[in-house]
């Protein structure tokens, strides 16, 4: 009984098995700990209440599916052909979210880094995690910042962690599924595993596996468009957005007291922020800071934070985008009930792309060993054109009850736009 | 489609029916929403990944096996009798765990007020909460609360709210399972209710359902002995507490600047807490002081609350409580490596308790119409004596390795106590 | 306590409640109880081997469907407006597949009438249903066969029980996944049954739902194409239906002795069937007979016989239909290996039809009170045009093997057809 | 892609995977593929409806539980320790009930031969299996047989496929659980598998795993008591074995002319059946035997075998065995009713044996390497104390009815007895 194992008990995979010692240290590090505070879905469980799980969790099942497919490539086409090559692909899936940030791309319209870039820097910056890293050798930090490039010398990990048919979208289609309580995200992991094939260096589908595809990408469909883009989500988004904007607004102007320390950095224009202080915030540190701000002097921004922490959105309401007419309508009338138009009234277009065929669809490898392309095999597949649907945002009050003002915010909005 | 209703999809019920609008205010009361901000297992997440849902969850969950149990109970014995009954049997459902606090239990150690006592302040103290209780009548909010004080006036409701067949356990008995992962929890949720009676007013258990109702008390009895009290969870829960203590302490002792404004009500001695006050915090508010002490200059504090929120955890010893020698010999050896003995070594007896048969065990109604009691029918719920277990906790440094302390250590702890 | 009630345990339902005890002695009638003898999907377990699953179950999950539908209807839509309307649809709904025969379609090739038939036949015929469905009155019997025969005088329960949107694929298709052991026919009963409106005594579907019910259509598709349609199981069919027509000619021909009892009837030329008749074979009455007829004396039946026993199945081979010039050449050579061609050779269309939108399509009301169709409202949905796939069958010995023949039908059937 | 692999779906445990043409070709031999004709549950069916699996998808779960376990053991303690061990152990769970027949225990009441004695035989008589045995060596099918023996040779192997943590219930518990629709059965298999260690040859359950191995016996707890010892499936067995007595009795006499040609040789006294003869029956031949029977001359028989088919079935009371002077005032009872006494009136003491420690326990390996024994580990496991319960089993229309007989009976039955 001398081997290293440490199995964790998991809702989704059932098992979580980690067979590397090394493997469980980074998972202990101070930068993966800190996704146990930051929601996988964002704002979404204001909507499903179930979706409460953390970016922590869908890390660890990006790493056993990857796991399993290495298990299965290894065994049916010898890939990995070495415990380095596995150890990068196996890192690769447990890091790729480590520079996820509190709601994520919300958060980005504060402090502009995409997440990515901030995963890089862990890898290389991060003094716990690149010392970890080194362990391995010196070069094995820059592959894995690499394999996020796509630069190409580890190609067929770079497809399995970023593509149309990569380990993280099959975990969290599962996951998501799960935890906001629907059967929407429901396909056949293993089956689908099974499907992978390896030709030439690059991961493809069996024409066998053509329908356990289409399900899976139906998944996507699905979760996308009843959970990922459902109207109260984006509402409640756009919410957190006009916040962190006002918020920003007001502390550069030296309007603003109440900011917690950590969030400092982030609202100085052009600073530079260190990962040190990247990893200084999660969504504690935000919802704290909504606290604070619930009871501030600026009533836009104790308004919009009181709104947000009680759950008191703004409405969705779709249609298509408002003219210029429109939109100053609308303002006048927001201006008319005491409302700020810049932080009240949002529109928003959401892209609903299940499945993207240009360049980068999925390789199917027939028996006879020609290639195709998944929409060319799947009239399903092919009817997932990408599509977009907007959304105006703005309080219940302008739209709900007798008074003159939701009367006239109702003759524009429910009108042919 | 004039009628009301709000299907919230949910992981363990699959749906939960909210037909009252009146309910569904409450739901999106600010004092309810503040549970989303509250894990339901605490510190567990630390152990099982997925432990991450939260009160919120739990108590819609509640609320739907009330609604359930009542559905059953109605077409079965006609009671409730009316619609306050039912209500008040709802809403007693919805808003029990109202008064729970971040890191619940644990937080009592520092401002010694029990979470149910909270709860019956905010039914009656909470302004929005009060207010909307009223609409039904000035005597519901009170009523309320005397269920919760079991002042016998609705004892069939006291019954299904606080008592050994509660639809409390049943929700988080399914609800922790599902999020943990492990199958320990599961017993037959509809079967249980369908084996209720109702006599006297009093809830029994019909002999029919004793089978039933062991795989509940064995649930409970695994869920306890798997989850609940894993042992790396309670080190969690220490490692909160002696955080706290030790804030608590440099507060006091004017040594320590960084306190979140929000807490600070919490740590002068003697102070009376308002409701507002208690709202104002839930675990953001813990997880953003953990973060600030982190960084702040007593060392003992800071390393603390860096081990919590790295997960560096304290490591537990299962074994007898400790002779005085004993403690007296860790407590030297903890000051030898660095570790103020007070806050790195502690000890915890647990209670193990999945039946209790004195004065309130379950009672069984025989087809015969007398009575019985569940320990009586079943040699599996008697078997199930209530048992405690010892757990030292101290840092790992201090146990593992070959330095000449640790292997005192070892000597001490692993000896026979 | 006075309040009938049985509650079934299901593995689809969780739980199947009769609450009438009139529907519980129809349950009980011996022409139900048959349907246990008879598996819901025929051959299947043969390919997957969980479909062990019989008609009678089924049965149950259609009935307790139709009362979760029924239940929502009244209570949003007041429909059904008496307890008669209520008990013909659920007796329609338990009743639907009475009729059904041992591998359905397959035995329809021998004794060519329709399974429905039957089902009305047994509705108005067999004493102890006949007995049973004239307590409730005189007509009873007659609405349910009306019902069948679509004749307009209950459209509604028409629609419930033989539409697009049915009770009976809402069952089929969950319980056939649960029990392949695939995820392919999962949908969201619940929400799918919300989505249902009743506009001038029509079923229409809720705009709001048009993404549950593409869930639900793709389920369909998933299902037809992935279990239903799979090759083996087609072939299994074909090969049935080649025993029986043997079995048939030889009887016909005063050359087969052994003959089950209760079969003879069917294979007498232009017969009449009795439903006595009819209602005394079921799948152990044909097992017995292929039992029978793998030891008799014919080598063609017998060997088809226990071909069909110990799961030696004709191999499929997905291709266009072979020209007459192939078709010689194939039968040439199952001749060279002693197989009669038309017992052992065997084509079969099956068609692909998860949608069909002409005519009967699924109507959609949208909120504005306007109709549409469910193909008009989605991609999906109308990507899913209705499709045919030609498969030859034959013995593997035909095909496999370095032997001269197998070399010149691979050269056949693998060629461009 | 030159590797052997079909993965079969399966409803328990998702996939079966079977990664040797050698075990492919034992599934599909002729012994095998009967085993789809014999349920699993024999007449649980008439209790439970969804009870409708056979032997055959038991069995393959038994062996992919083996390959888990044995992938686990080799990973942990090096065993097996070579391909013919390996081979041997899934043999040996495949092949565990092979020799099953039709409603099993009750038909060894006709014919009585256990059905372990049957395994072994055709393990060695059946050519096709004989011959596929012999394909690894002389010695293989002899040494399976030597395990069924338990002749010591394969001590590890024994243990896993006859023993109190054996593979067979390890399947069986999850699989009937999941038909029936009970939650009863359900453990954590995965962690009960990893709660093995091997020591000294013998298998030993883990200190660590004590929880998992106390759900497990409850597991069995459970399902005896609520679902394998139904007093209605209790009643049905008992029927089935009063019809083979009856049938058996008027053959002998030759008093029946009505007997499928299968079954003559099991009742024709001191017999002896070949492999043959048994290998030809299954459930089809005694359903299609009870057909025959209800539509014979003698009154006895066609109405028990009418009753059966149509679930008329005999009523079960729970109460002490009937004295000698209740036996009479019963029979005298049901003679007045016209029922043969011999025939209709049964009694039968269930045994519910959840664990026996008595020799053969399940052994405990401490973590110090001392040994112990699972139910002094475990005072739950120590309170499941083997239990009998009597049934006496009558015509439901000597008990119900407002009639003097029935009041007569019912004086009698539910008196103390």
Do not use: C
Request: glycine letters at 6%; a negative charge.
């Amino acid at each position: 009984m001398s081997f290293f194992q440490k199995v964790l008990k998991d809702p989704v995979h059932d098992e979580i098995v980690v067979d590397d010692p090394w493997i469980w240290r980074i998972i202990n590090t101070s930068a993966m700990q800190r996704l146990r505070r930051i929601r996988q879905l964002g704002t979404s469980y204001l909507t499903f209440h179930g979706a409460e799980h953390s970016r922590f969790t869908h890390s660890l099942g990006v790493y056993e599916t990857m796991r399993r497919v290495l298990s299965y490539l290894e065994k049916e086409f010898g890939w990995p052909r070495d415990d380095r090559e596995r150890k990068l692909a196996l890192a690769a899936a447990l890091l790729h979210d480590v520079g996820h940030g509190p709601f994520s791309h919300t958060f980005e319209t504060v402090y502009p880094v995409h997440h990515e870039e901030w995963t890089k820097r862990i890898m290389l910056e991060d003094d716990e995690m690149a010392t970890l890293l080194a362990e391995i050798d010196d070069e094995f930090g820059p592959d894995l910042v690499g394999i996020l490039n796509k630069n190409g010398k580890h190609r067929t990990i770079e497809q399995l962690i970023t593509s149309q048919l990569d380990v993280d979208r099959m975990d969290y289609l599962l996951r998501d599924a799960m935890n906001t309580g629907v059967n929407y995200g429901r396909f056949e992991l293993g089956r689908l595993i099974r499907s992978l094939a390896l030709a030439d260096g690059s991961i493809m589908l069996k024409a066998s596996g053509v329908h356990t595809a289409e399900q899976y990408i139906l998944a996507r469909y699905f979760m996308y468009t009843q959970v990922y883009l459902h109207p109260v989500t984006i509402g409640s988004d756009v919410l957190v957005g006009n916040i962190l904007r006002r918020a920003g607004e007001l502390w550069s102007a030296g309007k603003l007291q109440d900011m917690p320390h950590f969030l400092k950095a982030f609202f100085v224009e052009q600073s530079t922020v260190s990962v040190k202080d990247y990893l200084a915030i999660d969504e504690s540190t935000l919802l704290y800071a909504f606290r604070m701000w619930a009871s501030t002097d600026d009533v836009v921004l104790s308004d919009l934070a009181e709104r947000f922490l009680n759950r008191r959105l703004l409405a969705p309401i779709v249609r298509a985008e408002p003219t210029s007419e429109e939109w100053a309508a609308l303002r006048t009338s927001a201006r008319a009930m005491g409302f700020h138009p810049e932080y009240y009234i949002s529109g928003r277009t959401s892209e609903i792309s299940a499945y993207v065929y240009r360049g980068s669809g999925i390789p199917v490898l027939r028996q006879d060993g020609s290639k195709s392309e998944l929409s060319m095999e799947s009239r399903i597949v092919r009817s997932l054109i990408p599509d977009t649907e907007y959304r105006l945002f703005l309080p219940k009050e302008m739209v709900e009850g007798d008074h003159a003002v939701a009367e006239r915010v109702r003759s524009i909005i429910y009108q042919e736009g």
